[in-house]
């Protein structure tokens, strides 16, 4: 019997106003701006450049190895390499908050979303969210921001625990919060590659949110139910009861 439901958060419980391109431009600005306002003798344009270049690999590598190092880790490296090997964490974390106040005020909470949270609680479900995503705060910021932390009983980021879904290590940590067997939950998320893959892998019940989904066409992960809303979800809950 499902007991408890994981959720993904981006593009699941809320979704972007706008293209991405542009803010995440601005967003990897900011953060340069922020260290060359502190003193860091940097070429600000070249720096940039270098920095949008690394995240670039680092995305890459964290999809292929299922394995969150941190955005902080990846400044961090490319400021040693320039010499930089001491900047003060203040300075570090000053610049990500940089970058991530602008990428968050691109998200806004998926209409249906409060009102579902409210149904599964009524209905006795715990809840729980786990995302992907390069920096722990970013997430729980948002979490608050919309004001849904009281729904759930944990937040997992990747960046916190190390393992990236489809890894099926992050979703044991989920379960191990409540001490629940994977029978006993559901995964509700909109990338088949990772939150229904690595659902699958470890033997939780799978539902592919399709509406803001942006997956990629070669997953070839099968959902064992589709909510085309999240509105959805109760009914399909019910039905597998």
Known sequence: MIRAILFDLGDTLMRPSAAWPPIIERADRAVVDVLCKAGLGLDCDHFHEEFKACLQRYYAERDSQQIETSTSAVLKELLKEKGYSNVRPVLIRAALDARYRISQSNWQLADDTLSTLQTLRRNGYKLGIVSNAGDNKDVIQLVEKFEIQPYFDFVLTSAACGWRKPNPRIFEMALAHWG?????????????????????????????????????????????ALAETLSEIPDILKAIR
Do not use: C, H
Request: zero cysteines; hydrophobic letters at 40%.
């Open 180 to 224: 629940y067997s994977p029978s006993e939950a559901a995964m509700v998320g909109d990338k088949l590659e990772a939150d229904i893959a690595g659902a699958n892998q470890a033997g939780v019940f799978s539902i592919w949110a399709k509406r803001y989904a942006r997956t990629r066409t070669e997953a070839d992960a099968v959902p064992n």
